[in-house]
């Protein structure tokens, strides 16, 4: 079974502070997801990384795919509240198992106004 | 709204009584998987169906728990015999395919007494 460790579990930071948040594996994956998740909703995708080394940018969030392809970061630039709420990273298994999402516990992300 | 619905929003039972939870697909996907996440922890993969093939049930943590997904549209969770570790919310997401962007409906919270 792959697992993905995240870190911090928690983040409690102030508006307009810089952040990152870690997703790691001994195993290589396929390509690695960044979701956010809200209290009392599901999951929403933001990126999908598929290549070792790539970068993603979304607005004031990078995101970053390990050479190896068993690591990733997100890097938040001035927080925002709205900001606020669980970033869960998941990997694909790859081969004929690509539907299968092994989940990180989650990195919940409080940002004070 | 087209999103993917899921139904009851809440569940309280008492140990030993089954449950059924109810999940809407977005009209046209044809993949459906579930999956349950408990407090502190990741989601875990329950259960995949896509079209008509054989479900991947691989995820079900033990022969209490049993889905169908009936007219490709429509799927059910059932849980028998609940237990308290049961206990957590039940996700289900649906997508174009199994290589597709998975869209996650708001869960269902079921508590088990």
């Known amino acids: 079974t792959q697992l993905l460790e995240q870190s911090p579990q928690f983040l409690s930071i102030q508006e307009g502070e810089n952040l990152t948040v870690y997703c790691n594996s001994s195993?290589?994956?396929?390509?690695l997801q960044w979701y956010r998740q809200e209290p009392g909703e599901g999951p929403v995708l933001l990126v999908t990384?598929?290549?070792?080394?790539e970068v993603k940018k979304l607005k004031r969030l990078t995101f970053q795919f390990g050479d190896a392809r068993k690591d990733s970061s997100l890097h938040i630039t001035a927080a925002q509240p709205g900001d606020t709420g669980l970033y869960l990273c998941?990997?694909?298994?790859?081969?004929?198992?690509?539907?299968?999402?092994?989940f990180g516990k989650g990195t919940l992300l409080t940002v004070n106004p | 709204g087209a999103g993917v619905s899921q139904s009851p929003s809440n569940k309280v039972t008492e140990k030993g009584k089954d449950v059924e939870l109810r999940c809407d697909p977005i009209?046209?996907?044809?993949?459906l998987y579930w999956y349950r996440q408990s407090l502190g922890q990741g989601l875990e993969f329950l259960i995949y169906?896509?079209?008509?093939?054989?479900?991947?049930k691989s995820g079900l943590p033990s022969d209490r728990f049993s889905a169908e997904r009936t007219g490709g549209s429509v799927s059910t969770l059932t849980i028998q015999r609940t237990q308290q570790e049961d206990s957590a919310v039940y996700l289900c997401?649906?997508?174009?395919?199994?290589?597709?962007?998975?869209?996650f409906g708001p869960g269902t919270r079921l508590t088990v007494l």
């Open positions: 990384v598929v290549t070792g080394g």
């Open positions: 169906f896509q079209g008509n093939s054989a479900p991947d």
């Open positions: 195993s290589v994956f396929s390509s």
């Open positions: 009209s046209g996907h044809t993949a």
């Open positions: 998941a990997g694909e298994e790859g081969g004929g198992s690509n539907y299968k999402l092994t």
């Open positions: 997401a649906s997508s174009w395919g199994p290589f597709n962007e998975q869209f």
